[in-house]
C-alpha cells in the first residue's frame, strides 16, 4: 500500500475507533445514570407501597396491588416472612401458588435484615429483565419491579443518535482525511522519486523551501545526493586512474576473487598468457599448467603471500608472485624475465666465446714460443713459426679491437656524427681495401649506387659497408660476384650487398647478428672471422636509428639490406 493509501488508513481506522469508544462510552454512561434514577424513583414508590401496605387489612391486600399496578404501570409484590408471594399485581390471587418462593431472592434477604434491596435480573415469572426494590413490612416484605425494556430504549436511541453523529463525522473525516493524507504524503512522494534518482546516479531537482520536517529531510537529501556526487567522482576518478595504471604496467596483473574467479587481467598479462583481447579467462587455478605454480596460487587465495617463482609460460619465462587481499581473493603479478633470460644466456655465451675466441690463438702462440725458446730451430722452420705467431697475434689484436669498437657502441660512448654523404665513392673506398682479396678468389664486383646519398656518420657508415662486403668476400666461393645496390626512399635510403656464397639456412638467419654467433664455426675461425662483424653492424645501424636484415636462400648466396633513414624535418 503506497503512504497516501496508509495515511488515509490510518485517519479512518482513528475516526472509526473514536466513534466505537464513544458509542460505548455513551451507552456505560448513559445507562448507568438511568439505572441510578430508575432506582431512585423506585425506591421511592416502594416506600409508598410499603405504607400504603402497612394501614390495609389482609382481605383488601390483593385487591390494593392489583389497583396501585394498573395506576403506576409497575409490578408490584407482597412477600411474607417464608417467601411466600402473598400478593402480586401481575398475576392473579388463584395463580400465586404457581409462583417460585423468593426467600432466596437477594433484594428480599436484605429487605427482612431491614435494608432496603435493589436486583436486577431476568423474571422467571415474567420471562423479562426487571429492577426490583424490596422494603420490609410487618409480617414480610413489599417489592416493585420495572421492567427494563424502558431503560434500553431510551439508551438505544442515544447511541443510535451518537451512531448517526459518528458516521457523519467519519464521512467528513474520510475526505479531509485523504486530502491530507495527499498533502503529507506528496513532498514525501517528491523526496522518494528523488532518492531513487539518486541512486540510479541521476541528479534530480529537490524541493528545499519547506521549513517542517520535511523540508529539513529535502535539504538533508540534497546535502547527500552532492556528498555522493563527489565521492563517487572521485571514485570514477581514481578508478579511472588505477585502470590506466594497471593496464600501461609492464607487468602483468591478475586480480582473483575469493572463489578463484579471474576478475581482472590487464594487457601484459593477456600477451604473457597469451589471451585474446576479450576472451574470457578461465579460473585462476587453471592458467598455469606447472604444479608450483599452481600450488602458489593456492597458497596466494588462502592468505599466504608468495615470494617471486620462476614460471614457464610456452615462449616467454616470468617471475609469478601471488599477494592475498584483506576481503579474500589475491593479487598475482607476473614479470616478464625473457630478456633478462637472454641476455643471462647471451652474457653467458660471450664469455664462452670470448674465452674460446682467446684461448686458440693464445694456445698456438704460446706452443711455438715455447717450441722457439727450448729448441734449436732451422732458419726457414724458425720465420714460419714466427708467422704463424705473428698471425695469430693479428687475430687477437683484431679480436679486441671489435669487442672494443662493440662496447663503445653499446655503451653510447661513441655517438654518430650524421651527415649527408655520397654513398658511391664511399663504396668504391671500401671495395679497394678488399680488392686484393678478392682478386686472389677471382670475385667480380658491380655497384649499382648511382647518385644516392645518406644521412650518416661518416667513418660509422665505411665501417658497416666494410663488414658487411668483407663478409661477402670472406664467404662467397671463387668466381663468385659482390653486388651493391642502393636505392633512395622517401623517409631514408636503403643499400643492398648481395654476394652469391653459400648462404644461410633459415633457422640461422635470426641469430647472425649475435655476437660470436656463427653458421659454421670451424670455417668462420678457418677464414680468420672474429664473430663480431654483423653485431657492430647492427649496433651501428641502430644507432643511426635505422635497421638491418638478413635474407639467405642455403647454397644461393646472402643479402644484406641496410636503412638509414632521413633526418627529421625541421
Sequence with gaps: MRLPGKLFASYVVLVVASTATLVVASDRSLRQRLLREATVEVTRETAYFARAVGTLRAADLDSLV????????????????AGHV??????PHEALGTLENHASRPEFRDALAGRTGTDIRHSVSTGRWELKVAMRVPGGAVRVSTPLPQVDAVVDNAQNAVLLGGLLALAVGAVLALGFARHVARPLVRLRDAAQAIARGERPAIDTRGRDEVGDLARALRSLDETLSWRVGELERERSEMTALVASMAEGVIAVDGAGAVTLLNPASRRLLRLGRDAAPPPALELFRQRPAHDAVERALRGTETAALEVELEERT??????PLPGGGAVLVLHDITGLKHLETVRRDFVANVSHE?????????????????????????????SKVLANARRMQQLVDDLLDLSRIESRAWSPQPERLALKPLVEEVWSSLKPRADAAQLTFTSRVGGA?????????????????????????????????????????RIEITDTGVGIPGEHLPRIFERFY??????????????LGLAIVKHLVEAHGGRVEALSTLGDGTTIRIFFPEPPAH
Excluded: C, W
Design 66 to 81: 392489583h389497583q396501585l399496578g394498573r395506576g403506576t404501570t409497575r409490578r408490584l409484590t407482597v412477600i411474607d416472612t
Design 86 to 91: 402473598i400478593a402480586d399485581s401481575d398475576f
Design 318 to 323: 616470468a617471475l609469478l608472485s601471488g599477494h
Design 358 to 386: 682467446l684461448k686458440t690463438p693464445l694456445t698456438v702462440i704460446r706452443g711455438y714460443a715455447e717450441t722457439l725458446a727450448a729448441e734449436e730451430v732451422p732458419a726457414d722452420v724458425r720465420r714460419d713459426f714466427m
Design 453 to 493: 646519398t645518406l644521412y650518416a656518420d661518416p667513418q660509422g657508415a665505411r665501417q658497416v659497408v666494410l663488414n658487411v662486403l668483407d663478409n661477402a668476400v670472406r664467404y662467397t666461393p671463387p668466381g663468385g660476384h659482390v653486388t651493391v645496390a642502393a636505392a633512395t626512399e622517401a623517409d631514408g635510403t
Design 518 to 531: 656463427r653458421v659454421d664455426p670451424a670455417r668462420s675461425r678457418e677464414l680468420g672471422g672474429t664473430g
